[in-house]
Structures are given as structure tokens and as C-alpha cells.
């Protein structure tokens, strides 16, 4: 068994995947903007992940813009049998580097076009819609006229499964309503777990749950506090935030992003970290601790 089976699987759009895959999104240069500094070692790192055992890749032709989907195209096809890549549309980047809505039913279809001719694809295994009603956080807004959009895109045979990005329960609840959501990717972590609720209703019904920013927005205490416990298991503290979202729920799918061959290493090693059940109480109590 190599290290990343020992994440375990679950199905996405159909697909089984390994639980551990990976995010394209540091392919792309500072901020997400332009080409990378070395565009060998970013195709090198993609190439690895597949020598690894990865079959799910998470991307978006925003990302740079267009800059990750052209490397993913020029390093990985034709893609290999089994491998998920899961794309998101619902915004635009400004010439400032700036993440812009793009809601309407021109800009989305438009977007999934993009996607297959960057990605040299004839159909999109999973996309997802990202809604922006606040770039920083889910913020309640129908999603319906949105969604129907790309709804109508799959009937065409472009996109195969969808998704949903940055939304409330309320708004997973409206898409489950109007089209089949095969996973939803919002920011938690062992830090942050508004979604705890939402993780558990998602897996009692077989869909993915995607975290992203697994090490995103803790403060000084917590970071302390995953150093600790990483310090006395001889792991990183990305290895452990990693190992704790696996051990979560079953339903959790990852996709830790990196542009170093050697960290990505890293992160697929979090499989065989192995969290003892007082690291596991200490993790769980992270979310509660707030500077004095």
C-alpha cells in the first residue's frame, strides 16, 4: 500500500478518488497572478502527484488567469484513466489582481469554455460554482439563477457533476433543490468549524466535503497549540491539521496546494500520520481558544 491509500476513498461525480489530492492554485504566480517563477518545477510537482497516487486535482481557470489550467494541459495530457479535475467559474480576475464576481449567464458559460480549452478538455468532470456575494466569506443570496446556468451546461455535455463553492447551508440546501451537488468546497479547519453541522448532514448523503486553507486564520494560541502536538508526533503542523481533517469525516476530501515537489511530499505524508487519541481531544479544542 503506498502512503497516499492509507487516506482512504470516496466517490466524487461517480469517480472514487483518493481522500488526499491536490490544488492547483499555487501553480500560478505571487497571489495567484501570472506565470509561476519556474514553470519545470511547477509541471514537476503535478507529474509527481500523479506518480503518487493522486487522482484528484482542484483548479480554476482563474487562477493566474488561465496560468494553472495551461500547465496542468502541458504536464498531464492526455490526463490518465481515473484521475478528477475539478474546476470552479464565478469569477474574474481585475488587472490589479483582484477577485471579481462573475455571476451572469454570459461570464459563466463563458468560464466553462475557458476551462475545456485550456484544460484540452471536452467535458468537465466536476465544476464549481463559486459564489461571491462577499469574496471573503459566505454570505446568504439565491444561487438559482446561477446554477440553473451551469445546470444547463451539463444537460449540454460540458460539464459533467457540479459543485458548489464559498456557500451557507442555506444556499446548499437551494442547489440540492435545482440540480444534483456532488461536493462543496468552503474554508474550515481544525481552527475554524462553522461547517461542522453542514460536514455531517453532507455525509449522511454521500457527498464530498472539499476544505480549503487548512492552516488559514489562526491566531497565535492555536498555531501554538498544532505546533505542540505536531512537535510530540515528530510531524509538521500541515501534516497534523491534514491528519485531523481525514480523520473528521469520511466525506472529507483535500487538496493541499503547493509549487515544491518536496512538499508536496510532505502533505501526502499526512496518510500515515497517526493522531493518538489525546492529540485528537487537544485538536478538537483548538477552535475554542482565544487570546486573553
Same mark, same amino acid.
Given at each position: 500500500?503506498?502512503?497516499? @491509500?492509507?487516506?482512504?476513498?470516496?466517490?466524487?461525480?461517480?469517480?472514487?478518488?483518493?481522500?488526499?489530492?491536490?490544488?492547483?492554485?499555487?501553480?500560478?504566480?505571487? *497571489?495567484?497572478?501570472?506565470?509561476?517563477?519556474?514553470?519545470?518545477?511547477?509541471?514537476?510537482?503535478?507529474?509527481?502527484?500523479?506518480?503518487?497516487?493522486?487522482?484528484?486535482? !482542484?483548479?480554476?481557470?482563474?487562477?493566474?488567469?488561465?496560468?494553472?489550467? #495551461?500547465?496542468?494541459?502541458?504536464? /498531464?495530457?492526455?490526463?490518465?484513466?481515473?484521475?478528477?479535475?475539478?474546476?470552479?467559474?464565478?469569477?474574474?480576475?481585475?488587472?490589479?489582481?483582484?477577485?471579481? +464576481?462573475?455571476?451572469?449567464?454570459?461570464?459563466?458559460?463563458?468560464?466553462?469554455? !475557458?476551462?475545456?480549452?485550456?484544460?484540452?478538455? @471536452?467535458?468537465?468532470?466536476?465544476?464549481?460554482?463559486? *459564489?461571491?456575494?462577499?469574496?471573503?466569506? +459566505?454570505?446568504?443570496?439565491?444561487?438559482?439563477?446561477?446554477?440553473?446556468? $451551469?445546470?444547463? $451546461? #451539463?444537460?449540454?455535455?460540458?460539464?459533467?457533476?457540479?459543485?458548489?463553492?464559498?456557500?451557507?447551508?442555506?444556499?446548499?440546501?437551494?442547489?440540492?433543490?435545482?440540480?444534483?451537488?456532488?461536493?462543496?468546497?468552503?474554508?474550515?479547519?481544525?481552527?475554524?468549524? !462553522?461547517d461542522d453541522a453542514l460536514i455531517d448532514?453532507?455525509?449522511?448523503?454521500?457527498? =464530498?466535503?472539499? &476544505?480549503?486553507?487548512?492552516?488559514?486564520?489562526?491566531?497565535?494560541?492555536?498555531?501554538?497549540?498544532? !505546533?505542540?502536538?505536531?512537535?510530540? /508526533?515528530?510531524?509538521?503542523?500541515?501534516?497534523?491539521?491534514?491528519?485531523?481533517?481525514?480523520?473528521?469525516? &469520511?466525506?472529507?476530501? $483535500?487538496?493541499?496546494?503547493?509549487?515544491?515537489?518536496?512538499?508536496?511530499?510532505?502533505? $501526502?505524508? =499526512?496518510?500515515? *500520520?497517526? /493522531? &493518538?487519541? @489525546?492529540?485528537?481531544?487537544? /485538536? @478538537?479544542?483548538?477552535?475554542?481558544?482565544? +487570546?486573553?
Amino acid at each position: 500500500m503506498s502512503s497516499i @491509500d492509507k487516506s482512504g476513498t470516496f466517490t466524487l461525480g461517480g469517480r472514487t478518488v483518493e481522500r488526499l489530492g491536490y490544488g492547483a492554485m499555487q501553480l500560478a504566480g505571487p *497571489c495567484v497572478f501570472g506565470p509561476p517563477k519556474d514553470h519545470n518545477a511547477a509541471m514537476a510537482v503535478l507529474r509527481e502527484a500523479i506518480d503518487s497516487g493522486v487522482n484528484h486535482i !482542484d483548479t480554476s481557470d482563474f487562477y493566474g488567469p488561465h496560468v494553472t489550467n #495551461q500547465i496542468i494541459r502541458e504536464a /498531464l495530457h492526455p490526463y490518465p484513466d481515473g484521475l478528477v479535475i475539478v474546476t470552479k467559474i464565478g469569477a474574474r480576475r481585475g488587472a490589479d489582481k483582484s477577485w471579481i +464576481p462573475a455571476f451572469s449567464p454570459e461570464e459563466l458559460t463563458q468560464a466553462v469554455h !475557458d476551462n475545456l480549452r485550456n484544460l484540452g478538455a @471536452d467535458a468537465i468532470d466536476v465544476v464549481n460554482l463559486r *459564489c461571491m456575494f462577499d469574496p471573503h466569506r +459566505p454570505a446568504e443570496g439565491s444561487i438559482e439563477a446561477p446554477l440553473s446556468v $451551469l445546470a444547463d $451546461l #451539463q444537460r449540454q455535455g460540458l460539464v459533467r457533476h457540479i459543485g458548489l463553492s464559498h456557500v451557507t447551508p442555506t444556499q446548499v440546501a437551494e442547489g440540492r433543490r435545482i440540480c444534483e451537488i456532488v461536493c462543496v468546497q468552503n474554508y474550515y479547519n481544525v481552527a475554524h468549524r !462553522d461547517d461542522d453541522a453542514l460536514i455531517d448532514d453532507l455525509a449522511h448523503d454521500g457527498i =464530498a466535503y472539499v &476544505p480549503y486553507f487548512p492552516l488559514g486564520g489562526f491566531n497565535p494560541l492555536q498555531s501554538s497549540s498544532l !505546533d505542540a502536538v505536531a512537535k510530540r /508526533l515528530g510531524a509538521t503542523s500541515m501534516q497534523v491539521a491534514l491528519a485531523w481533517l481525514l480523520r473528521r469525516s &469520511p466525506n472529507i476530501l $483535500l487538496i493541499p496546494g503547493t509549487s515544491s515537489v518536496e512538499h508536496l511530499r510532505e502533505n $501526502l505524508a =499526512a496518510a500515515e *500520520c497517526v /493522531l &493518538p487519541e @489525546d492529540s485528537i481531544k487537544e /485538536l @478538537d479544542h483548538v477552535a475554542s481558544i482565544v +487570546p486573553a
